[in-house]
Each structure stands twice: as C-alpha cells, then as structure tokens.
C-alpha cells in the first residue's frame, strides 16, 4: 500500500521559513519523480515542484528562488525548504508520486 505522509506545517509570519517533509512508502520510492504541490483556499491544485530520480528539479514560477526541492533516497523521504514565505504561499501542502497518488497535506498558514 501506497503512503505519503506529509509534516512541518505550521503558522509562519510573512518572511519566515518552514521545511515541509513526506516519508513515502509502499512503492520504489528511488524511481519515481517526486512533486510537491498546494491548494489555496478555494482553489484548484497548483503544482509547485518535482524532483525526478536521476535528481533533476523544476521549480513553478511563483515559487522560484525561494523554495528548495530535495530528496533522500535512503530514507524514501523527500522535503521542501520553503523561505521568505508570502502570505499567498498559504495552502495545504501534498507530496505526490508520479504515478498521481499523495498524502493528506499540511497546512501551511503565511500571516503576520
């Protein structure tokens, strides 16, 4: 069975940083492309980010310069560094495999 378990949400002031975390299992975790991606209140899902398994990673616009994609093979484990966050970067947070199936997210909350 497939699990994505994502965690490091939190409340943040605008500016600060948060490094979300997914420990994934159930599945050949060191093939796959991983994606990072978020839902704003009310709207549809946005993908912000993916790491493919020979490394390579592509970055959303609006995200660019301020968040960081890794992973860690080893602990079947991928994270998001997230900094100078904005109060638009709010959103439930999901990490998802290539294969289309994610976690339950969590919450990041950018508010002074």
């Known amino acids: 069975e497939v699990q994505l378990v994502e965690s490091g949400g939190g409340l943040v002031q605008p500016g600060g940083s948060l490094r979300l975390t997914c420990k994934a299992s159930g599945f050949t975790f060191s093939s796959y492309r991983m994606n990072w991606l978020r839902q704003a209140p009310e709207k549809g899902l946005e993908w912000i980010s993916g790491?493919?398994?020979?490394?390579?990673?592509t970055y959303a616009d609006p995200v660019k310069g301020r968040f960081t994609i890794s992973r860690d093979n080893a602990k079947n484990t991928v994270y998001l560094q997230m900094n100078n966050l904005k109060p638009e970067d709010t959103a439930v947070y999901y990490c998802a495999n290539s294969d289309g199936e994610r976690g339950q997210g969590t919450q990041v909350t950018v508010s002074s």
């Open positions: 790491i493919k398994s020979d490394y390579g990673i």
